[in-house]
């Protein structure tokens, strides 16, 4: 079956730095990803879309300039949480699309990232 | 824009009882589809079943079935034979079909945490 890796799996970074989360598929091409931020107890809240080659799509509220995406492969993408803070600390899930199979997406099995 | 709406928070069942989970969404689309995810305590996201809204068929996955009613917007799941393993925070979630190029992306409920009871 499909699989979707993320790396790494928990981050404690320290705040004002950067840190940056890799999202993989390791069996499929990708041509889509999506990065999405999930509160505990919450329901997973899209960030941006990743498309490969090009730039990403972000979602209102958003911070482009604070969540750099690239999608540099058919097979990754990254997600750089620049200049952190102790508000940013969050459960992060990407998921990416199979080109030939249009309407599934895979979940990866998300970062932990807890800024001090 | 699509909203997605699971108006049970919380939902319990007996181990070895039935249960059904309630969702219903809001699209002016005809081209979609519908999805359960399963999200256990490990957080991994695991699709349980999905729809395509141009079948009339339910569908159905081993315990696991739909009651898709398109004119109302609904989107039920029953678990049958509920299993201790089946707690879990279940999300219902639509997604576009391929209108213009969309990207497919997915609109997800708040979800419904479900307990299994021994």
């Known amino acids: 079956g499909a699989v979707v890796s993320q790396h790494p799996s928990r981050v404690i970074c320290k705040s004002g730095t950067s840190v940056k989360i890799e999202c993989r598929s390791l069996?499929?091409?990708?041509?889509?990803m999506f990065w999405y931020r999930q509160f505990p107890k919450k329901s997973l809240m899209l960030m941006a879309t990743?498309?490969?080659?090009?730039?990403?799509?972000?979602e209102q509220g958003v911070e482009k300039d604070k969540f750099l995406i690239n999608h540099a492969s058919l097979t990754l993408s990254t997600l750089t949480v620049t200049s952190a803070h102790p508000e940013d600390s969050s459960f992060y899930i990407c998921?990416?699309?199979?080109?030939?199979?249009?309407?599934?997406?895979?979940f990866g099995p998300g970062t932990r990232l807890t800024v001090t | 824009a699509q909203t997605v709406t699971q108006s049970q928070p919380e939902m319990s069942v007996q181990e070895a009882e039935t249960v059904t989970l309630s969702c219903t969404y809001d699209?002016?689309?005809?081209?979609?589809?519908l999805f359960w995810y399963k999200q256990p305590p490990s957080r991994q996201m695991i699709l349980v079943i999905r729809?395509?809204?141009?079948?009339?068929q339910n569908a159905t996955e081993n315990r696991f079935s739909v009651n898709f009613q398109k004119a109302a917007k609904s989107f039920s799941l029953k678990i049958s034979d509920s299993q201790l393993g089946d707690a879990a925070m279940y999300f219902c979630?639509?997604?576009?079909?391929?209108?213009?190029?969309?990207?497919?992306?997915?609109?997800f409920g708040k979800g419904t945490l479900l307990t299994v009871n021994p």
């Open positions: 998921s990416a699309r199979d080109r030939a199979v249009r309407y599934e997406q895979y």
């Open positions: 069996d499929f091409q990708a041509t889509t």
């Open positions: 990743s498309n490969e080659g090009s730039k990403a799509t972000y």
């Open positions: 699209t002016s689309e005809s081209d979609y589809y």
């Open positions: 729809q395509e809204a141009y079948k009339q």
């Open positions: 979630a639509y997604g576009r079909g391929n209108s213009g190029g969309s990207n497919y992306k997915l609109t």
